[in-house]
């Protein structure tokens, strides 16, 4: 069987993407998926906070020295667009339990908030999907 992807559209909520990310794997682990579910993630940077940092006036007023900690609260700050891929790679004499996932992700608490998308092996966007799904690390 080919793959299926599950789209979901965190928008700037990266707390929430990595709630998700924290679930997925504890399946993964227990249920023993291995490589039947893959996820990845896509950041995009938003244009209005690259116009923030980059203006004159902001590399003016920005101290010459920060803390390690202070950095890292501004990189975490900075809103992103995330978007996460999951992958779920499922074995023909496995339908059953493929279909089961693609009910439950959906259906689950940091998932059932944000918009999602299933793309079907069958879906005319599925090599879009799967190609950019390769290309994302």
């Given at each position: 069987?080919?793959?299926?992807?599950?789209?979901?559209?965190?928008?700037?909520?990266?707390?929430?993407?990595?709630?998700?990310?924290?679930?997925?794997?504890?399946?993964?682990?227990g249920?023993?998926l291995?490589?039947?579910?893959?996820?990845?993630?896509?950041?995009e940077?938003?244009?209005?906070?690259?116009?923030?940092?980059?203006?004159?006036?902001?590399?003016?007023?920005?101290?010459?020295?920060?803390?390690a900690?202070?950095?890292?609260?501004?990189?975490?700050?900075?809103?992103?667009h995330?978007r996460?891929?999951?992958?779920?790679d499922?074995?023909?004499?496995?339908?059953?339990?493929?279909?089961?996932?693609?009910?439950?992700?959906?259906?689950?608490?940091?998932?059932?908030?944000?918009?999602?998308?299933?793309?079907?092996?069958?879906?005319?966007?599925?090599?879009?999907?799967?190609?950019?799904?390769?290309?994302?690390?």
């Amino acid at each position: 069987m080919a793959h299926s992807y599950l789209i979901f559209d965190f928008g700037a909520d990266e707390e929430a993407a990595q709630q998700a990310r924290h679930k997925l794997e504890a399946w993964k682990q227990g249920f023993r998926l291995g490589n039947k579910l893959l996820l990845k993630f896509e950041r995009e940077e938003l244009p209005e906070n690259a116009k923030d940092k980059d203006g004159p006036a902001a590399k003016s007023a920005a101290p010459k020295k920060k803390s390690a900690a202070h950095a890292q609260d501004e990189k975490s700050a900075s809103p992103a667009h995330v978007r996460l891929f999951v992958r779920l790679d499922f074995s023909d004499h496995e339908k059953l339990s493929h279909q089961r996932w693609l009910d439950r992700i959906p259906a689950e608490e940091p998932f059932k908030s944000v918009d999602a998308e299933t793309v079907r092996a069958t879906d005319p966007d599925f090599a879009k999907t799967a190609e950019l799904f390769e290309a994302l690390d």
